[in-house]
């Protein structure tokens, strides 16, 4: 957020432009961490044998559980708002008097 001030973003440009930067990437890695987690079980079912575990002849289905990686997104989109309301407001106390200090 320093390097947004020096470069003359208005206060609530910068947030905008934090939040422009970090919703790609959480966005992309959500739509990988679905992706996998849908369409892995599937293509590995046939070659893994979980009866063995159960000790049991009958096959044991392999199928994704939303909770596994909907949980996790969840915990990154908390993170990531968290970090991101936390630099907004360190940078408005900072104010420009830190950035002529370390400069």
């Not at 020096?6 to 939040?19: D, E, H, I, K, Y």
């Amino acid at each position: 957020m320093a390097r947004l001030v020096t470069m003359g973003l208005a206060a609530r440009q910068r947030p905008l432009l934090a939040a422009f930067e970090l919703v790609p990437a959480i966005t992309a890695s959500a739509v990988a961490a679905i992706a996998c987690a849908v369409t892995l079980p599937p293509l590995v079912a046939p070659a893994i044998n979980l009866s063995v575990f159960t000790q049991s002849p009958a096959p044991v289905p392999l199928r994704p559980d939303p909770a596994s990686f909907l949980l996790p997104l969840a915990g990154l989109l908390a993170i990531t708002v968290i970090a991101l309301a936390y630099e907004i407001r360190s940078g408005r106390r900072r104010g420009l008097a830190s950035l002529l200090r370390v400069a």
